[in-house]
């Protein structure tokens, strides 16, 4: 099983871009389809985007198209999150998940396997 732990959280202004990382432990990175999800206060948790194991399968949030690029590198054990044109609806905290199956596990919301990190704040201010 991975350990995920999420940084690069923090308080931007609108229109601001930030990165996102995700550091996982374990052998078996490689193995696992990563994705990132987000939950605003009084919302639901939604997905935002998730990458396959060899990066070539990639899906994201209609909401997020365009602007945030999601990317991993096995050599570093490290999934990130590069959110650009910020926006004030962007604020949220955001979550690292790891599924041992499929990137589309994730975007279809099949979470039974799916392992999560801590979550990390991000703050976009108008």
């Known amino acids: 099983q991975v350990q995920l732990v999420e940084s690069g959280g923090g308080l931007v202004q609108a229109g601001d871009s930030l990165r996102l990382s995700c550091a996982a432990s374990?052998?078996?990175?490689?193995?696992?389809?990563m994705g990132w999800f987000r939950q605003a206060p009084g919302k639901e948790r939604e997905f935002v985007a998730a990458?396959?194991?060899?990066?070539?399968?990639?899906y994201y949030a209609e909401s997020v198209k365009g602007r945030f690029t999601i990317s991993r590198d096995n050599t570093k054990n490290t999934v990130y999150l590069e959110m650009n044109n910020l926006k004030p609806e962007d604020t949220a905290v955001y979550f690292c998940?790891?599924?041992?199956?499929?990137?589309?596990?994730?975007?279809?919301?099949?979470?039974?396997?799916?392992?999560w990190g801590q979550g990390t704040q991000v703050t976009v201010s108008s």
């Open positions: 998940a790891a599924n041992p199956e499929s990137a589309f596990r994730l975007r279809s919301g099949e979470y039974d396997q799916t392992i």
């Open positions: 374990g052998r078996t990175f490689s193995n696992y389809a």
């Open positions: 990458i396959s194991t060899s990066s070539i399968t990639k």
